[in-house]
């Protein structure tokens, strides 16, 4: 091994492809979007240097302060469900006693083919106010509780945030799966000959040692919520009114409604910092010894 990672010639060869690729598809266009922010610019005519005008604008933007509570919203909210669930449905297909479980395996993934269109659409039909499945439920159960589900100055957001956590559930369980497996085996054959039941060696054991793949997922909800934007576009268009605007939403609306690239790309330069910033603090959380 000392003889191959000595060689920084050859480590260099092969590895500047990779880096030359990779600064082209990201580091570049993240440059390229900064240098923008500091102009006033439509997209097509002259643009104007002001400097960081665009960002000081930012900080008195409304919008920016409901689309970054929004993105938290939505981001513990697929955290939680899709997190928490796909953790208890992993440890409960990773246990052989249980029966079906390849079914149930297909049956968590089987959302996240399905296109966001498709799946959006069905739950619309779910949140019908009239005729919506929500609701005949709760009727049904003789509960007097009803709810406009997505015209609702509150309640959209989690709403429209369930979707996203319903549809890609599946998506956390595969690794949350992937990560309760790669622990061995013995550690709980250990743990209950010591005198542990099932549910005790995995919060001691199982769940410590798959640290890694929490932080990966965590890191993957906090991102995701974040930048959400796709459900929002099609069940509300952002409605009722700005409510449900996320940081994308607002990106969008200036860059090609408003015609105001150079606040856009302000904009984007604010989601990619915010990004990052949650994925310097996810990793610095789970760098500690314990969770």
């Not at 309640?155 to 990560?179: P, R």
């Not at 010591?194 to 005790?200: E, F, S, V």
């Given at each position: 091994?000392k003889?191959?990672?000595?060689n920084k010639?050859?480590?260099?060869?092969f590895l500047?492809?990779a880096?030359?690729l990779?600064?082209?598809i990201?580091?570049?266009?993240?440059?390229q979007?900064?240098?923008?922010?500091?102009f006033?610019?439509d997209?097509?005519?002259e643009?104007t240097f002001i400097?960081?005008d665009?960002?000081?604008?930012?900080t008195?933007?409304?919008?920016m302060?409901?689309?970054?509570?929004n993105?938290?919203?939505?981001?513990l909210v697929?955290?939680?469900?899709q997190?928490?669930?796909?953790?208890?449905?992993?440890?409960?297909c990773?246990?052989?006693?249980?029966?079906?479980?390849k079914?149930?395996?297909?049956?968590?993934?089987?959302?996240?083919?399905l296109s966001?269109?498709?799946?959006?659409?069905l739950?619309?039909?779910?949140?019908?106010?009239?005729?919506?499945?929500?609701?005949?439920?709760?009727?049904?159960l003789?509960?007097s509780?009803?709810?406009?589900?997505?015209?609702?100055?509150?309640?959209?957001?989690?709403?429209?945030?369930?979707?996203?956590?319903?549809?890609?559930?599946?998506?956390q369980?595969?690794?949350?799966?992937a990560g309760?497996?790669?622990?061995?085996?013995h550690?709980l054959?250990?743990?209950?000959i010591?005198?542990?039941?099932?549910?005790?060696?995995?919060?001691?054991i199982?769940?410590?040692?798959m640290k890694?793949t929490?932080?990966?997922?965590?890191?993957?909800?906090?991102t995701?919520?974040?930048?959400?934007?796709?459900?929002?576009?099609?069940?509300?268009?952002?409605?009722?009114?700005?409510?449900?605007?996320t940081?994308?939403f607002m990106i969008?609306?200036?860059a090609?409604?408003?015609n105001?690239?150079?606040?856009?790309?302000?904009?984007?330069?604010?989601?990619v910092l915010?990004s990052?910033?949650a994925?310097?603090?996810?990793?610095?959380?789970?760098?500690?010894?314990?969770i």
């Amino acid at each position: 091994m000392k003889q191959y990672l000595g060689n920084k010639r050859a480590i260099l060869f092969f590895l500047t492809p990779a880096l030359l690729l990779y600064s082209i598809i990201v580091f570049y266009p993240i440059l390229q979007t900064f240098y923008r922010s500091l102009f006033d610019w439509d997209g097509l005519s002259e643009a104007t240097f002001i400097g960081f005008d665009n960002f000081i604008d930012l900080t008195s933007d409304p919008l920016m302060i409901t689309s970054l509570k929004n993105g938290f919203i939505f981001a513990l909210v697929i955290g939680v469900f899709q997190i928490g669930l796909g953790t208890f449905l992993a440890l409960v297909c990773a246990d052989a006693t249980v029966k079906g479980r390849k079914i149930l395996k297909t049956a968590y993934f089987i959302p996240v083919v399905l296109s966001v269109s498709v799946v959006c659409q069905l739950w619309l039909a779910m949140y019908d106010p009239d005729n919506g499945l929500i609701n005949k439920m709760f009727h049904a159960l003789g509960m007097s509780y009803q709810q406009n589900w997505l015209n609702s100055t509150t309640v959209s957001i989690i709403a429209i945030a369930f979707v996203n956590a319903w549809q890609f559930m599946g998506y956390q369980f595969a690794l949350l799966y992937a990560g309760v497996k790669s622990v061995p085996e013995h550690y709980l054959e250990a743990a209950r000959i010591d005198g542990a039941d099932k549910w005790k060696a995995h919060w001691y054991i199982t769940l410590p040692l798959m640290k890694e793949t929490f932080k990966f997922c965590f890191i993957i909800c906090i991102t995701a919520g974040i930048g959400a934007y796709v459900q929002m576009a099609i069940m509300t268009n952002g409605g009722p009114g700005t409510t449900n605007y996320t940081i994308t939403f607002m990106i969008f609306r200036n860059a090609f409604s408003a015609n105001e690239y150079g606040y856009a790309c302000a904009i984007s330069v604010v989601l990619v910092l915010i990004s990052l910033l949650a994925t310097l603090i996810i990793n610095k959380a789970f760098s500690r010894n314990e969770i």
